[in-house]
């Protein structure tokens, strides 16, 4: 078990929508990144937090958007869910941008 | 220039037997290479890992094998056991990217008692 958590485990939530997923990064660790793990795929990179400043994004949608708090805790907010956004969001916390990353156990989303 | 391509899409090995999962990539710029394990309901694990200055790293009954000029690498799980039954993904990133993670599509692996 990682020292990554995060809340809540399981959402339902209606198309239109907007939800916001937590994560505890693990302690000692700077670096969070976040994964949208559709059913039967691999973990798809939505963005990176090094130190509160976003450090990277990959190709999502600006209603995709993300905090990390002083303590190296973030927040994944996502705006006017669509169908498509159901997935596993996986939140991964590094000691620092190049070393190994550590995931929670995800949040399951299901928008209806 | 992006893709990791992961292959089989599942495995079936019985108990005791070597595992063997395929990795290939394009973009040579990529610097470490990652497996993770993934049990249902769970989050990936980080398994072993290599970067392409050498070309094996073994942890146990894991190995990693790179091939820099193939642009490949596999891991090989030696005397399976029932409890390595996952689905275990294969990653890459460089460091010039903020390491974010490029996965394979996942091997689901069923390990026959």
């Known amino acids: 078990e990682t020292g990554v958590t995060q809340s809540p485990t399981h959402l339902i939530k209606t198309r239109g929508q907007q939800v916001t997923l937590r994560c505890s990064s693990q302690s000692g660790h700077n670096t969070v990144s976040w994964y949208q793990q559709a059913l039967g795929q691999g973990p798809q990179f939505i963005f990176q937090y090094y130190r509160e400043e976003e450090n990277g994004r990959g190709n999502f949608p600006p209603r995709f958007s993300g905090l990390q708090f002083p303590n190296y805790s973030s927040e994944l907010n996502v705006n006017a869910l669509e169908l498509d956004d159901s997935a596993l969001y996986l939140c991964a916390s590094n000691r620092d941008r190049n070393t190994e990353a550590f995931f929670g156990q995800g949040t399951r989303l299901t928008v209806v | 220039q992006q893709q990791v391509k992961q292959s089989p899409q599942s495995l079936i090995v019985q108990k005791g037997g070597i595992s063997i999962i395929n990795c290939a990539y394009e973009n040579t710029a990529f610097d470490y290479f990652p497996w993770y394990q993934q049990f249902p309901g769970k989050g990936p694990a980080l398994l072993i890992a290599i970067r392409p200055d050498v070309s094996e790293k073994k942890e146990g009954r894991f190995t990693i094998s790179f091939n820099k000029s193939a642009k490949q690498f596999s891991l090989h799980i030696m005397d399976s056991q029932p409890g390595d039954s996952a689905t275990y993904f294969c990653?890459?990133?460089?460091?010039?990217?903020?390491?974010?993670?490029?996965w394979g599509a996942g091997t689901k692996l069923i390990i026959k008692p």
């Open positions: 990653a890459a990133s460089r460091s010039d990217s903020n390491y974010q993670l490029i």
